[in-house]
């Protein structure tokens, strides 16, 4: 089991940057890969960046590109997204979640979320 915890949401301006954290525990060893999903009201979960453990390749949502990028400290077993620009639109609950070796099909652990509110 790989338990994860964000940290790093509020309430910013539009324009502005945040940047969230992920920390991992327990079966660390066995994480392929880890990702950012978040969802807005009435709205269903959308991915929006992951990065794989080892390698550190990354994927975006195209919504994001440009404006995000996630980085990880293995060391740590953290997981990181920085947000810039950030737009209304980019407002939702934002969770990060990871894939283990031996179900690479799927994002099976995922944390509680962070809320991230854009005025405008």
């Known amino acids: 089991q790989v338990q994860l915890v964000e940290s790093g949401g509020g309430l910013v301006q539009a324009g502005g940057s945040l940047r969230l954290s992920c920390a991992a525990s327990g079966r660390t060893f066995s994480i392929y890969s880890m990702g950012w999903f978040r969802q807005a009201p009435g709205k269903e979960r959308e991915f929006v960046a992951s990065i794989t453990w080892s390698g550190g390749s990354t994927s975006y949502a195209d919504s994001v590109k440009g404006r995000f990028s996630i980085s990880r400290d293995n060391a740590k077993n953290t997981v990181y997204v920085q947000m810039n620009s950030l737009k209304p639109e980019d407002t939702a609950v934002y969770y990060c979640?990871?894939?283990?070796?031996?179900?690479?099909?799927?994002?099976?652990?995922w944390g509680p979320g962070t809320q991230v509110t854009v005025s405008s």
């Open positions: 979640a990871a894939k283990v070796f031996s179900r690479v099909a799927e994002f099976g652990s």
